[in-house]
């Protein structure tokens, strides 16, 4: 089988490591970052990885307007863990190796990186920030976070869209063609269908104990295998594990890849409405609004209830709520829609966090400052519970003292005129 043409870029060089590694000796310890930047709803600055002979390449999408050269250099920092005070080493990646090409949607460019470099475990800060920015706050849109595990420094392939530019993100709408590009030989894709039943999270205080456990193993409702180099299309919505590998002696390696239906991360039918509503309703109000003869219409009244007629505040009410279930969907999309998994029920009720802390093993830990009931400070616990279906997925540790705060967040909601008001009010982040 023939080889596919490699336009491949050489690995940034050692040939300042020496003088690097010096520097990084007599660093002043670094403020801890905090990462809530992160997580507004704003374009990010999206990674990829593809590892190639003893390189890992990076494939970055800068959004518009990206800013690069001069001033706005495209930065690498290797740290041990997301809590150590002093990088293993920095470095930068030279205009010439770039290659930026403009697209609609950001500036689109890939650089390699010796393997040797990026052991697994490290944590891989990349920024095109201008070197005053502050070091503490991240900005989304001009910096991404790795943790670099075992099976992203060993896949040879990333998944590209219908025109062979890389996806950058895990799930795809039903019917939308993808690819899978490796490198070196083309490699055969086997692929299974498996039934996940896509349980929304439960609130913050529920007993660890009563919560129902998931399922040992998933069933697989159906499989096929694919030509090398054949694009792909899933017209059924679910979760599909994509097994690339076996020819030429290639080690074939599993990825996951959420089918979402309809135009997600997006809104568009009443049930996508109505099911977030969950978070704010009983069963009863739900069932009601799905049982209306027009279904859309009624999540309308619903809002405008809440708000006593008063449409500017109904609208608003709309914006926010609906505005952060599409973004929990863009930010923390795994083997589930985004504003189903734990992390994504925090942001929707109460808000993008003012604050967040990343601990040395991974753990996020959410700070609302004003989120009690006598506008004193929450703090919510992440633990990562990666897995191979869903590599980046967290899950919040609950406690009973969570119970009042909670409640008194989602009445928030629904009481006006107060709605947008108040310690524990719906508010966005501000402005930093």
């Not at 279904?295 to 505040?313: E, M, S, T």
């Not at 540790?397 to 947008?420: H, Q, S």
């Amino acid at each position: 089988m023939a080889l596919k043409r490699i336009s491949g870029l050489g690995a940034i060089g050692l040939g300042l490591w020496a003088t690097l590694a010096a520097g990084v000796a007599h660093h002043p310890l670094a403020p801890r970052p905090d990462y809530a930047g992160l997580y507004r709803d704003v374009q990010h600055l999206d990674v990829d990885t593809r590892r190639e002979g003893d390189s890992l390449r990076f494939y970055l999408r800068l959004p518009a307007p990206a800013r690069l050269g001069p001033g706005h250099p495209l930065r690498l920092t290797a740290w041990p863990s997301y809590e150590a005070r002093q990088p293993l080493w920095q470095d930068s990646v030279p205009r010439r190796q770039q290659r930026p090409i403009p697209f609609p949607d950001g500036v689109r460019l890939s650089f390699c990186v010796a393997a040797s470099r990026l052991p697994a475990g490290t944590v891989l800060q990349l920024s095109t920030a201008p070197p005053d920015a502050k070091e503490d706050y991240q900005e989304a849109t001009t910096t991404a976070w790795l943790r670099l595990t075992e099976a992203m420094l060993a896949r040879p392939f990333v998944l590209v869209d219908s025109v062979g530019q890389p996806l950058l993100r895990r799930y795809v709408q039903a019917g939308e063609p993808f690819g899978v590009d490796c490198f070196g030989l083309y490699q055969p894709v086997r692929w299974k269908r498996y039934a996940v039943s896509p349980a929304p999270a439960l609130p913050p205080m529920t007993n660890p104990a009563a919560m129902p456990a998931g399922p040992r193993t998933l069933a697989v409702l159906d499989s096929a295998s694919t030509r090398p180099g054949q694009p792909l299309r899933f017209e059924e919505p679910g979760l599909y594990a994509l097994r690339v590998g076996g020819a030429g002696g290639v080690v074939p390696r599993t990825l996951a890849v959420t089918v979402a239906a309809n135009q997600y991360p997006d809104l568009t039918t009443a049930a996508e409405l109505i099911e977030p509503l969950r978070y704010l309703t009983t069963s009863q109000e739900r069932q009601k609004l799905t049982d209306a003869p027009n279904p859309k219409r009624a999540v309308d009244k619903f809002w405008l209830d809440i708000a006593k007629g008063n449409q500017k505040l109904a609208k608003e009410l709309i914006r926010r709520y609906y505005g952060r279930v599409i973004a929990a969907n863009e930010l923390f999309a795994a083997h589930k829609a985004g504003w189903l998994t734990d992390r994504g029920l925090l942001y929707v009720v109460l808000g993008p966090p003012p604050s967040v802390r990343r601990l040395f093993d991974g753990e996020e830990r959410w700070y609302y400052p004003d989120g009690n009931l006598d506008g004193g400070p929450v703090t919510y616990s992440f633990r990562p519970r990666p897995s191979t279906f869903a590599p980046d997925y967290y899950e919040l540790v609950r406690r009973p003292e969570y119970e009042l705060p909670w409640y008194a967040a989602v009445e928030k909601w629904r009481t006006p005129p107060t709605a947008l008001t108040g310690p524990n009010a719906p508010n966005a982040l501000p402005a930093r």
